[in-house]
């Protein structure tokens, strides 16, 4: 038995809508459809020659964890409700889990093994995906993205710092994870 027109055009309305992985470029970013509000998780590594912000984690068989992060996807319903995510990288692996409840968004980031030397710099960043209208403004340690009539508060559970080195356009909260860090 083939599936109606109707029944096709009710499935993609009921999963078009919520929070999910909806971009092909980065498991770390994270998009509320319809509006097309994002949230977009980064990560800034100095070492001792250089320095590396990603913003970008796909899984990729030739990551080596030096110049490639190696990125393994773990839990991830459907609907985008829970995610659960592990990247290593230079010598830190960290586990990012997303969690959504309607229009509420929540991301707990877990440092698994750091490297003392060179601390990692998490950073989640506000944006709108697919050159939807809408705006994002920073005040202390928050940022709002409005979009389609409805606004969302960002804040994280640790101090933020202005780091001048992360690579991003948008506003962002940023700290260097030691602990579990919520947004």
């Known amino acids: 038995m083939q599936p109606t027109i109707a ?3 009710q499935a993609k309305e009921n999963l078009a809508k919520g929070w999910n992985t909806w971009s092909n470029y980065s498991l770390g970013q994270h998009v509320l459809l319809p509006t097309g509000a994002a949230v977009n998780f980064g990560l800034y590594k100095k070492g001792r020659t250089d320095e590396t912000y990603l913003n970008r984690f796909a899984v990729n068989k030739n990551a080596d ?3 490639t992060p190696v990125v393994r996807p773990g839990l991830h319903s459907y609907s985008g409700d829970y995610t659960e995510l592990e990247i290593y990288f230079r010598g830190d692996r ?3 889990e997303t969690a959504a409840y309607g229009n509420d968004f929540y991301m707990l980031v877990t440092p698994v093994e750091n490297d003392s030397a060179f601390p990692v710099l998490a950073t989640l960043e506000g944006g709108i995906a697919w050159n939807k209208a809408g705006t994002i403004t920073r ?3 928050t940022f709002e993205i409005k979009a389609n009539s ?3 508060e960002f804040k994280t559970t640790q101090r933020v710092i202005n780091s001048q080195y992360v690579n991003s356009i948008a506003p962002n909260l940023s700290d260097f994870i030691r602990q579990n860090r919520g947004f």
């Open 7 to 9: 029944s096709y055009a």
């Open 65 to 67: 964890g030096k110049y």
């Open 94 to 96: 960290i586990k990012l």
């Open 139 to 141: 005040k202390d340690s």
């Open 150 to 152: 409805s606004s969302m």
